[in-house]
């Protein structure tokens, strides 16, 4: 008799943020590949209804596209509640949606501290608050295990002397899945929580230094700094992504998992 073939995450339904371009792209279609529904969230929205559709043209019902900025306390219980109605429920959570800045200390204004803050880091908060009860349902109801992943940075446990801001957001996302990871063993919710350190990965949050260096210039020149001596690709991470959503990784919370090519070691 024929053994099915089951993806990793199969039954799993996935909520990710940022979705229309880069990594949440890439976690999204990786997670599509392996079993899972996804809802994929963005401001572009037009982005991620692209997205949708190139996943549904394999898998068709696989994949919805919802509008979604993620520092709207209001937005996050819509597009929970939407995911609910399209999928019934949720055991996924990437929170993936950021941006970065690079700039000097002195000239960072507070209207640009607090942009990065509420996208890198208040999203993330709100994501994790709002989402937890309707995972926690989910979970009972399925039996799959719950996992929030979010996405934090190498520069959330690595400073640069012009990243102030963002190093700042990241670190807090780092700390933060630790507190989430301890409130949902403490409730007993079955729902994990760990964060993702990517370096330099090949997606369009390098923009601004390609526009100045150009693309081969630009990737070597950051790949140069990494001791495995390149950039990361898109699935890199999302290999990491489909790990930690994955009942694989079912011992493992309040960790941080650095796809860095060695930078952290150094």
């Not at 908060?125 to 349902?137: D, T």
């Not at 640069?160 to 990241?170: E, F, L, P, Q, W």
Request: proline share 2%; net charge neutral.
């Amino acid at each position: 008799m024929a053994v099915e073939n089951k993806g990793r995450v199969e039954g799993k339904i996935a909520l990710i943020t940022g979705g229309a371009q880069g990594l949440g792209e890439a976690a999204a279609r990786m997670l599509a590949r392996e079993g899972a529904r996804v809802a994929i969230s963005d401001v572009n929205l037009k982005g991620a209804e692209a997205v949708a559709a190139s996943i549904n043209e394999t898998r068709s019902g696989a994949a919805v596209a919802l509008s979604h900025d993620v520092t709207s306390e209001e937005d996050w219980v819509r597009v929970l509640a939407e995911t609910e109605k399209a999928f019934g429920g949720l055991h996924v959570l990437v929170n993936n949606a950021g941006i970065g800045l690079t700039k000097d200390l002195e000239a960072i204004t507070l209207e640009e501290w607090h942009r990065v803050h509420a996208i890198d880091l208040d999203g993330v908060f709100l994501g994790c608050k709002h989402a937890v009860g309707l995972m926690a349902k989910t979970v009972k109801q399925t039996g799959l295990g719950g996992s929030i992943v979010n996405i934090s940075s190498i520069s959330g446990i690595i400073a640069g002397h012009n990243m102030a801001a963002y190093n700042s957001a990241k670190a807090a996302v780092r700390h933060l899945s630790k507190s989430v990871a301890l409130y949902c063993a403490k409730k007993q919710m079955g729902i994990r929580s760990n964060s993702v350190h990517p370096v330099f990965i090949a997606t369009p949050i390098l923009d601004p230094l390609v526009a100045r260096y150009g693309k081969e210039e630009a990737y070597a020149k950051l790949g140069r700094q990494v001791p495995l001596g390149t950039i990361g690709e898109p699935d890199d991470i999302a290999y990491a992504v489909l790990y930690l959503a994955s009942d694989e990784s079912k011992f493992v919370t309040g960790a941080e998992l650095k796809v860095d090519g060695g930078i952290s070691a150094m």
